[in-house]
């Protein structure tokens, strides 16, 4: 009997190398590390500047449209998730991961050197949504092949660990590009140079960032559990189809899952706290340099905890650490308004530092999960595509969403509320999945992966 793939095997049957292990989870967290910052660079660039610069002439609403061209990129997730999906399917992880990597790096360049409103007129606005749509088609095909490679590539008992080494990308990507804001804001400390070139930085510094990924990542080998697909000729021919028509249930729960945790999670991600408190015309008005430092630093916090609750979900499981972190997110969502409007720049950290020990706990096990919910042919489309979809019902237009309450109501509690639904929703999603931690990865266990984990559509 051959070693199990997702006990760490390579395709010739041998156990995998520590050393090839270290270099699969270090080669996932500097390629979603890097992908991430070139999303989050942009949100955090519309939360200070991209109103003013790109939609200037819509004056009140400049905001609420920037923020909006945030959440265009998410409805072209899914097209990026189905590219990447059925490729990744076909003809590996590996090859999916560098053209994703190549293709985020090359829209945020370009968004460094794009002129803005007053040098070309509406052709700025439309060129920058045009970029952001494609930053969007890459992020909807990385997530994907990244927490495959490290899931099937990890030990049964420790796919939750592995897992988290993908999903800290995104913490690490969110502390990198405030970071980095940051450090401009104090380069370029007036309005007026960091609305010239002071933006402009993060987006080049893009170049650098994606030339040292691609290095990481062609230096690692493809996942396991493909190899042995390859090799037992057992690849699906059309992953997407098979993928509706005999699992959408799981899909839509799945997208669920990731809907309660992704609509929170851009509050900041997004820009939306960034913007909210550094408007000059709103109601705290802080500067723009200690607000992007506390960021910075509750991106640290929700590293740790979305490291730590990949760790427990590998000892307690999946579930029972989502339902754990729901409760978590619950309290953090119902502290960070009070918190953050009290213009104290330290008790605004505090209620970001909160709201993300929740935010981990519903992350860092999302990699194991989704990989132990699909068949191995179909599982890079299945965990894309749920995943893309969650993205647009949670965080696609949670900063426009969260703008438009404030501005209708004039008070943030009708965030809150709205916040609180999106977690009970995610909740309820995850009280309908069976735990499947441990499950074999393998495709030769397809017929026991095939058994749906949706409640009262199969025993288990």
């Known amino acids: 009997m051959s070693t199990l793939p997702n006990e760490g095997f390579t395709p010739t049957g041998t156990i995998a190398a520590s050393a090839d292990r270290k270099r699969v989870v270090f080669a996932t967290v500097v390629g979603t590390t890097v992908e991430w910052y070139d999303f989050f660079i942009y949100a955090t660039a519309v939360g200070l500047v991209f109103g003013q610069l790109f939609f200037a002439p819509l004056g009140a609403n400049s905001a609420l449209v920037a ?70 088609i890459s992020a909807g095909g990385e997530w994907g092949g990244a927490v495959l490679m490290a899931v099937e590539h990890a030990p049964k008992t420790r796919r939750g660990a592995f897992g988290a080494a993908p999903q800290i990308g995104v913490p690490l990507g969110l502390l990198l590009a405030s970071g980095v804001m940051a450090l401009m804001a104090i380069i370029a400390p007036t309005d007026e140079a960091f609305q010239a070139w002071g933006w402009r930085v993060p987006f080049l510094l893009s170049v650098v960032l994606i030339v040292v990924g691609y290095y990481v990542r062609r230096r690692v080998e493809e996942s396991p559990v493909f190899a042995e697909l390859a090799e037992r000729k057992e690849k699906a021919r059309m992953p997407i189809i098979t993928l509706f028509r005999k699992h959408l249930l799981l899909v839509i729960i799945a997208a669920f899952v990731f809907a309660g945790n992704n609509a929170v999670g851009y509050m900041t991600t997004g820009g939306y706290i960034q913007g909210y408190s550094t408007n000059p015309e709103g109601p705290l008005g802080l500067d723009r340099g200690p607000v992007l430092w506390a960021v910075a630093g509750s991106a640290v916090t929700w590293l740790l905890s979305t490291l730590f609750a990949g760790f427990v979900s590998d000892r307690i499981g999946r579930r029972t650490t989502y339902i754990i972190g729901w409760i978590l997110q619950l309290v953090g969502v119902f502290t960070l308004f009070p918190l953050v409007n009290t213009g104290n720049i330290w008790l605004l950290f505090a209620g970001l530092a909160i709201l993300t020990i929740g935010l981990g706990f519903t992350y860092g096990p999302q990699a194991a999960l989704y990989s132990e919910l699909f068949p191995a042919s179909i599982r890079f489309s299945g965990v894309s595509i749920s995943y893309a979809i969650g993205a647009i019902l949670g965080g696609a237009f949670a900063p426009t969403i969260a703008t438009a309450l404030v501005q209708a109501t004039g008070s943030t509690m009708s965030v809150t509320w709205y916040l609180a639904g999106m977690t009970l929703l995610g909740l309820i999603a995850t009280l309908l999945l069976r735990d499947r931690s441990g499950i074999p990865l393998g495709p030769e266990h397809e017929a026991e992966q095939e058994v749906s984990p949706v409640y009262g559509l199969a025993k288990a």
């Open 67 to 136: 923020f909006a061209t945030v959440g265009v990129s998410f409805l072209f997730r899914p097209l990026g998730a189905f590219l990447a999906g059925h490729f990744g399917d076909k003809y590996g992880r590996k090859v999916v991961l560098m053209w994703t990597l190549i293709l985020m790096g090359a829209a945020t360049a370009l968004i460094g050197v794009l002129p803005t409103y007053d040098a070309i007129g509406v052709f700025a606005p439309i060129l920058l949504v045009l970029l952001r749509i494609l930053q969007g």
